[in-house]
């Protein structure tokens, strides 16, 4: 079992950045691939980022790339997502994921394996 826990979340105005923490506990944390994916009201949860345990390698959602960076230290079984440049449309709720295949966390959500219980993130115009 893998427990991942988010901070970071709140409200904040369109332009501006907030950063998200996820702090993995359980089963060998740098096993896992990453992912961030967004819920906002009357819509489908969506993949924003994800990043590798092998090599680092990073994927984004056409929405946010070139906004939000993924990172990660293994060191402290912790997963970042800065977001910079922040839109009314980021508003939803951020979950933290973790998964042994990339392409899971990339394509086929339904199937991730572990998910944190979310934050909140508000862009006000």
């Known amino acids: 079992q893998v427990q991942l826990v988010e901070s970071g979340g709140g409200l904040v105005q369109a332009g501006g950045s907030l950063s998200l923490s996820c702090a993995a506990s359980?089963?060998?944390?740098?096993?896992?691939?990453m992912g961030w994916f967004r819920q906002a009201p009357g819509k489908e949860r969506e993949f924003v980022a994800a990043?590798?345990?092998?090599?680092?390698?990073?994927y984004y959602a056409d929405s946010v790339k070139g906004r939000f960076t993924i990172s990660r230290d293994n060191a402290k079984n912790t997963v970042y997502l800065q977001m910079n440049n922040l839109r009314p449309e980021d508003t939803a709720v951020y979950y933290c994921?973790?998964?042994?295949?990339?392409?899971?966390?990339?394509?086929?959500?339904?199937?991730?394996?572990?998910w944190g219980q979310g934050t909140q993130v508000t862009v006000s115009s």
């Open positions: 994921a973790a998964d042994g295949s990339s392409r899971v966390l990339r394509r086929d959500s339904a199937r991730v394996d572990y």
């Open positions: 359980g089963r060998t944390f740098r096993s896992y691939h």
């Open positions: 990043i590798t345990w092998t090599d680092g390698t990073t």
